[in-house]
């Protein structure tokens, strides 16, 4: 079992935190805060866009790791469906689309990216619909494009958790990391895709209960460090107990796990009154659920394990996008 001050360590220099902090450079120089139809863009997992009568529209992006494609083309092209699906079910949406934008100098690589793509299509029931390649390159990339639709009313920001908060994390622990991606938590592809597509619909139940304040998808950043995102963003603090994160029963490396991308996992800010309720429909379809802490007004996320209490992220000083929720000027 790892200390307090080693899970520490390892989140505050994880390059899934560290690279996100430049973030915010790019939203300075790009502002959409003048344009109003623009709900809701940075800090967010996709952007949340008005749309006609009752529904948004959600719209995100996001490219594969040159060292994945080069060391597996086929989970480069599976993962690009599948962390896009996520965006759009952390705000609470259902993805319709996609486009991709492919760059190749070999068609071997090529085509197992293609492969890995048509089985995230398959298993997701999200097409792709168009896009762009450059068959001439020096080397290969993928990214992706994706749409979804919310309801307007129902939209799950990441920006809006509020201090009295549950802290409410979510995932599935039936999976395994596999060598390509050692840091990545595969849960779906042994799967049946009916089930798959229900922790996506879980989701967007929870949001259109309006069971929770504030949510996100847990990524790059692994579960606290996404947890620390959406706090960061939402300008709040809170406690986390380390040791009521679900775990996979045969995982015995709790620092690997804090790290890992998820293939299916949520993290919440919520009423407590609805904590359970969260979990409930997520146990419904295969994950496992737990109150982890609590929201608090500190912006100091802490951490405790076996009794120690540490300073996870301050962020009067500290950064990890450095986003902020959007201000329409007036």
Not at 138 to 153: E, N
Request: hydrophobic residues 40%.
């Amino acid at each position: 079992m790892p200390t307090i001050d080693q899970i520490v360590e390892a989140i505050r220099t994880y390059p899934g935190v560290t690279r996100k902090a430049r973030i915010h450079e790019v939203v300075d120089l790009l502002p959409v805060d003048s344009f109003t139809h623009v709900i809701a863009s940075e800090g967010e997992d996709a952007a949340v866009i008005d749309g006609a009568g009752d529904y948004c529209t959600l719209f995100a992006a996001d490219g594969i790791m040159e060292s994945l494609v080069k060391s597996d083309p086929y989970m480069a092209g599976y993962f690009a469906v599948l962390v896009n699906v996520n965006d759009i079910a952390a705000m609470g949406g259902r993805a319709t689309a996609m486009v991709d934008i492919m760059s190749m100098s070999n068609e071997i690589i090529c085509a197992r990216m293609l492969r890995g793509m048509e089985e995230g299509v398959r298993r997701f029931a999200v097409p792709i619909v168009g896009g762009h390649t450059h068959p001439d390159c020096s080397y290969h990339a993928l990214d992706i494009s994706i749409m979804g639709t919310v309801r307007r009313d129902s939209v799950v920001l990441s920006s809006t958790a509020k201090a009295g908060d549950d802290l409410v994390m979510v995932m599935d622990t039936d999976g395994h990391y596999p060598q390509s991606v050692p840091y990545a938590w595969e849960s779906t592809l042994a799967k049946d895709p009916k089930l798959v597509r229900r922790q996506m619909e879980a989701a967007a139940e929870v949001a259109e209960k309006h069971l929770v304040h504030a949510g996100k998808d847990i990524s790059n950043p692994g579960s606290v460090g996404t947890a620390g995102m959406m706090l960061e963003t939402s300008e709040k603090g809170a406690v986390i107990d380390i040791s009521k994160i679900p775990l996979p029963r045969r995982d015995d490396d709790l620092i690997r796990w804090l790290l890992a991308y998820l293939g299916c996992g949520f993290v919440y800010s919520c009423d407590p009154a609805h904590s359970q309720e969260v979990i409930e429909i997520f146990r419904k379809a295969g994950c496992d659920g737990a109150v982890v802490g609590k929201v608090n007004d500190s912006r100091k996320v802490e951490i405790v394990l076996d009794g120690e209490t540490r300073t996870l992220f301050d962020f009067e000083k500290d950064i990890i996008t450095g986003c902020r929720p959007l201000r329409h000027k007036k």
